[in-house]
Every structure is written in structure tokens, then in C-alpha cells.
């Protein structure tokens, strides 16, 4: 069982809204991810970090930012929602030297 | 641009028949891994293999790699309803990052 946690699960909220979601790991990993999944199952890297203070974009760009101040800790946030970011976002970590990642179970967001 | 590419993207089966899922990359891989996704959750990992490892098993889990066609694919054996899922490979690049990359997932249904 991993220990990965993301909150919430589900959020509907109005276009316009700031949002924060919200992912923690107690397996003390240095390497954490966030993934933007759609609809027809693709995943897509969208921020990454190898550590405290480090942060990157991933393959797919986001209006969305993140920061890691602390190991355990990365939440993301959008400033200004709009229905074009409702989607699955997966958040993952890893330990230093593999890339075998454990998952959170997701947050399901809907902009309305 | 994601790297691996699953084949097909939806596979029907019945109980006790193998299924067997293709994964193709373009570029030189560090390891490779199969994920599994229940229904609206979070992805687990199942399997790692490396680029200078060419087969693998876990219960009832086989994959194989061949890098010179870049592919890659995991054989489910006698399969089980508990089996439904969505599978998807992942690749890391040579250079020591380690930053999974995933496929476009291929999607099991295992009838009863």
C-alpha cells in the first residue's frame, strides 16, 4: 500500500476560482510528479520535482504552478480555473536513483 | 511527446485466456514498467524490467523487452475478472533522471 495521499478526491467548483490540490508522501521521496490525465486514459507529465526547492514543467504545458518546500509536500495550484482544466490529476512520487512511482488516488476536477 | 505507445488500446477477453498488451517507444530507455489502473483511481505499479534485462515474471505476469524494435509486452496469464483494468507501460531515458513516461494505456475487460 502506497503512502501517498491526495485531497481532496472530487471538486466541482466555478470558473475563476483559485484551487489548491493538495498531495503529501510519508515514504520520504525525494522525486514527486504530477500527471494530467484525460478522458481517453493518457497521462501527461505536467510538473515535477527532484527535491526541496526544485520544481519543473513536464511534457505537457500547465497553467497550473506547484512548490516543494517541504519533502513530504506538493501541492499544485491554479490561479484562475477554467472548465479547460477539468480533468483527472495523479499525483506520484519516487525514490532517488529508480523511477518506480507510487500513486495517490487521484483528484477528479471539475471547473464549471 | 509521450514515449510509449500501448497496443491495442482495448482488448475483451474471457476468464482464462491470456492477454497480452505491445508497448512501443522511440527512443533509448533506461528501464521500462507496466502499471495497472483500476477504474477512476490511482495507477499501481506491477513490473520493472531493464534496458539489459530482456524477460521477466511475477505470478502470473510475464514481460519481455527487445530495445533493437523498441517494444516491449506483458502477457497476463489464465486471467481473472479482477484482471479489468487499464494497463500502461512507462519508460525512463538513459542519463539518470528517472522520470516516468507513459503510454497511452491499453484497456482490459476479462468477462466472467
Known amino acids: 500500500e502506497a503512502d501517498i495521499y491526495q485531497t481532496p478526491r472530487y471538486l466541482v467548483i466555478g470558473t475563476g476560482k483559485k484551487i489548491t490540490l493538495e498531495c503529501s508522501q510519508t515514504?520520504?521521496?525525494?522525486?514527486m510528479y504530477w500527471y494530467q490525465q484525460d478522458p481517453g486514459m493518457e497521462l501527461h507529465l505536467i510538473h515535477y520535482?527532484?527535491?526541496?526547492?526544485?520544481?519543473e514543467k513536464g511534457d505537457l504545458s500547465s497553467e497550473s504552478t506547484v512548490s516543494r518546500i517541504r519533502t513530504e509536500h506538493f501541492p499544485l495550484t491554479l490561479e484562475s480555473a477554467r472548465p479547460s482544466h477539468t480533468s483527472q490529476y495523479l499525483c506520484?512520487?519516487?525514490?532517488?536513483?529508480?523511477?518506480?512511482?507510487?500513486f495517490g488516488q487521484g483528484t477528479r476536477l471539475t471547473v464549471v | 511527446s509521450q514515449q510509449g505507445e500501448e497496443d491495442p488500446q482495448a482488448l475483451s477477453i474471457q476468464e482464462g485466456e491470456n492477454a497480452t498488451m505491445n508497448c512501443s517507444y522511440k527512443t533509448s530507455i533506461n528501464n521500462l514498467q507496466w502499471y495497472r489502473q483500476n477504474s477512476g483511481r490511482g495507477l499501481v505499479h506491477l513490473i520493472l524490467i531493464r534496458s539489459n534485462e530482456r524477460e521477466k515474471h511475477s505470478g502470473r505476469l510475464r514481460v519481455t523487452l527487445d530495445t533493437s524494435k523498441k517494444s516491449s509486452s506483458l502477457l497476463i496469464t489464465a486471467s481473472r475478472a479482477a484482471d479489468t483494468a487499464s494497463y500502461f507501460c512507462?519508460?525512463?531515458?538513459?542519463?539518470?533522471?528517472?522520470?516516468?513516461?507513459f503510454g497511452r494505456g491499453t484497456s482490459l475487460i476479462v468477462h466472467p
Open positions: 520535482s527532484y527535491g526541496v526547492n526544485s520544481t
Open positions: 515514504m520520504g521521496h525525494d522525486k
Open positions: 506520484a512520487s519516487s525514490a532517488a536513483g529508480t523511477s518506480e512511482a507510487f
Open positions: 512507462a519508460t525512463d531515458a538513459p542519463g539518470g533522471s528517472y522520470i516516468p513516461t
